[in-house]
């Protein structure tokens, strides 16, 4: 049996790959071509198609998580726009760098080791930030717009927030900063994206939260309602290119449609700090991994590329079923918290 | 009528592209609005088993 020219077989993959991705995408805003295009290269598709597959599904699956939370009022569209506007600048900043190192003959080696300090950096800082954190629980949906708890805002954020240069935006959870900073930090982001040719979830969702102060569940919607702009644009000049293959990207789709409905739902039940520390994880695993990928293709040791896919799905697959024990967890103590002794 | 296996198969221009994104992005809709729909009739039993009630 065949859908849309594949065996049943793949089209079952596809979709149980797809609510993996799924969770983690609605529970931390990033995951989606961090996962499907190496995976897909591994499958034997071409890049072109890899590339633009993933992008085409990280758009669908954005969208989809976008609008969950949103339902919850938890995306912060002006903080989003002007984001859009920083990060837009900030990526062709950041792709002329790669283009004069490419004229160099240093971009792969410079990329790959920046690649891995930041992904196993941002992944250190966020899992001993929440360690050291006092708890928190899940956030009260019905008070979105409530100011948030001093003691909430990390120290960075509360240091970038004082620089009171006009004009001030007033953001949810009664956030106020400089409009300059905002797009100061969604500039370095995309700088960032641009330079390393990700998508920037795991860069962005931090640099929301520690940088600029906005709650988590925030930060997470905020960066996917970004991701739904840039997944597009992305996936359309694919497009163009004859790179996006729907019979990839539809199975993908029913999948994580699933899945970033549990992930998005998470958010609001699972701890604050673990949030925090399944993304840390999550990042120091796929920092292992490109490391992994990295010295196979510089010593020719073929045998690495799949050890680093086996790295990437395993900490995905171990931290999405964690995310959805956390939140079974949660609503047991929940439960049993309002139960009548 | 755009091709969309054609599409797929190799170069595109804008309007076919565009096409094939807006199917994406058709998909992804439906998917939030019918799986949505399983959630609003199944989502609490769900959610009460999860709990142990």
Do not use: C
């Not at chain 1, 789709?253 to 840390?280: C, H, M, N, P, Q």
């Not at chain 1, 994880?281 to 680093?308: F, H, K, P, Q």
């Amino acid at each position: 049996m065949e859908i849309l020219g594949l065996g049943l077989g793949m089209v079952l993959l596809f979709i149980g790959f797809g609510l993996l991705i799924g969770v983690l995408f609605g529970f931390f805003g990033m995951g989606g071509s961090f996962l499907v295009t190496p995976a897909l290269l591994v499958m034997g598709y071409p890049t072109r198609v890899a590339v633009g597959s993933g992008l085409a599904f990280v758009f669908g699956t954005s969208v989809i998580a976008t609008l969950k939370h949103r339902d919850m009022g938890q995306v912060d569209y002006k903080l989003g726009v002007l984001m859009i506007a920083g990060t837009t600048a900030g990526i062709e900043a950041g792709k002329e760098i790669v283009i004069h190192l490419e004229s160099l003959g240093m971009a792969g080696s410079i990329i790959s080791v920046t690649y891995v300090f930041l992904l196993g950096g941002i992944g250190a800082f966020v899992t001993y930030e929440a360690l050291k954190g006092g708890g928190g629980g899940g956030i009260d949906h019905d008070q979105a717009d409530a100011e948030v708890d001093d003691d909430d805002i990390p120290e960075i954020a509360k240091k970038i927030q004082s620089y009171r240069v006009p004009p001030m935006m007033s953001l949810r959870g009664g956030v106020s900063v400089s409009l300059w900073l905002i797009l100061a930090v969604a500039f370095v982001t995309g700088l960032l994206s641009g330079f390393l040719g990700v998508g920037g979830g795991f860069i962005r969702m931090p640099a929301l939260f520690y940088l600029i102060g906005v709650p988590v569940p925030i930060a997470v919607g905020t960066d996917l309602f970004e991701i739904v702009f840039s997944g597009g644009l992305g996936s359309f000049l694919y497009a163009m290119d004859g790179g996006v293959d729907l019979s990839i990207v539809v199975p993908l789709l029913a999948g994580s449609a699933f899945g970033a409905r549990i992930g998005s739902a998470a958010t609001s039940i699972v701890d604050e700090d673990e949030i925090k520390v399944y993304f840390g994880l999550m990042l120091l695993g796929g920092a292992l991994a490109v490391a992994v990928r990295e010295i196979g293709n510089v010593y020719g040791i073929e045998v690495l590329n799949t050890v680093s896919l086996v790295l990437i799905l395993g900490s995905a697959l171990m931290v999405s079923g964690a995310v959805v024990y956390s939140s079974v967890t949660a609503l047991r103590e929940e439960s049993q918290s309002s139960s009548p002794a | 009528m755009v091709d969309l296996a054609a599409v797929a198969a190799g170069g595109a221009n804008s309007v076919d592209a565009a096409v094939l994104i807006g199917v994406v992005l058709l998909e992804a809709v439906l998917l939030y609005i019918g799986y949505g729909a399983v959630e609003q009739v199944f989502g609490h039993r769900v959610v009460d088993r999860l709990k142990g009630e």
